[in-house]
């Protein structure tokens, strides 16, 4: 792995809660990314970011927010889960083009 | 919005024989184009990247690119049961030459079988 790290990699939370995703990197790329995989669908992301405090909006932002305040951590929370946003959650990083991706967190919302 | 289009398969093929993965684009401004592998349950991984026209050889996996028909393609030489995954097109509307990477675009993925 490309030094990246998710936490947690497995979550099961109640409808309505407030859950937050960590991505954590150690080569010091500018960008980073938020992707949820669900059948069907393929990767789709959500936010992504260029820089620290530096972020912007992707494909299925609805719901979901995000935050950069040093460049190797990248934050994104449901702001009040629902049973749509069961998914798995990817976190990817990227320097010169292509991007790596951390293991990916697997969230239920019950 | 911009589309990566890929078949879904499943694409069956016998151990040994060439494995052809295709996928087309929409934004005619792309810049650079990557195939990943995922296997399933766990993250996508690069296997290949292409930004010029042509072919690109690595190992036995080639890519090849045709701006000019928005059509990007894999192929997998001698093709090993190990080999069977899903293969994500994903396209880029930035080049490499030091402007980094911004809204990478995934295409749904074609799932590849290589029988014994």
């Known amino acids: 792995d490309a030094g990246i790290t998710q936490s947690p990699r497995h979550k099961v939370t109640e409808t309505g809660t407030p859950v937050t995703l960590r991505c954590h990197q150690t080569?010091?790329?500018?960008?980073m990314y938020w992707y949820r995989q669900d059948p069907g669908h393929g990767l789709r992301l959500i936010h992504y970011?260029?820089?620290?405090?530096?972020?912007d909006k992707g494909e299925v932002s609805d719901g979901y927010s995000v935050s950069r305040s040093k460049t190797e951590d990248f934050l994104l929370t449901l702001e009040s889960a629902t049973s749509s946003q069961t998914s798995v959650y990817f976190c990817?990083?990227?320097?010169?083009?292509?991007?790596?991706f951390g293991q990916g967190t697997r969230l239920t919302v019950v | 919005q911009k589309e990566v289009e890929q078949n879904s398969g499943p694409l069956s093929v016998p151990e040994g024989a060439i494995a052809s993965l295709n996928c087309t684009y929409s934004d005619r401004g792309s810049q650079s184009f990557f195939w990943y592998r995922q296997y399933s349950g766990k993250s996508p991984e690069l296997i290949m990247f292409?930004?010029?026209?042509g072919d690109k050889e690595d190992g036995r996996f080639t890519a090849q690119l045709n701006k000019a028909s928005q059509y990007v393609s894999l192929l997998i030489r001698d093709s090993q049961p190990s080999d069977s995954a899903t293969y994500l097109c994903?396209?880029?509307?930035?080049?490499?030459?030091?402007?980094?990477?911004?809204?990478?675009?995934f295409g749904k993925g074609t799932k590849l079988s290589v029988i014994p």
């Open positions: 994903a396209v880029n509307p930035r080049g490499h030459s030091g402007a980094g990477s911004y809204q990478l675009t």
């Open positions: 292409i930004y010029s026209n």
């Open positions: 080569e010091n790329h500018r960008y």
């Open positions: 990817a990083i990227s320097g010169t083009g292509e991007a790596f």
């Open positions: 970011s260029y820089g620290v405090k530096d972020t």
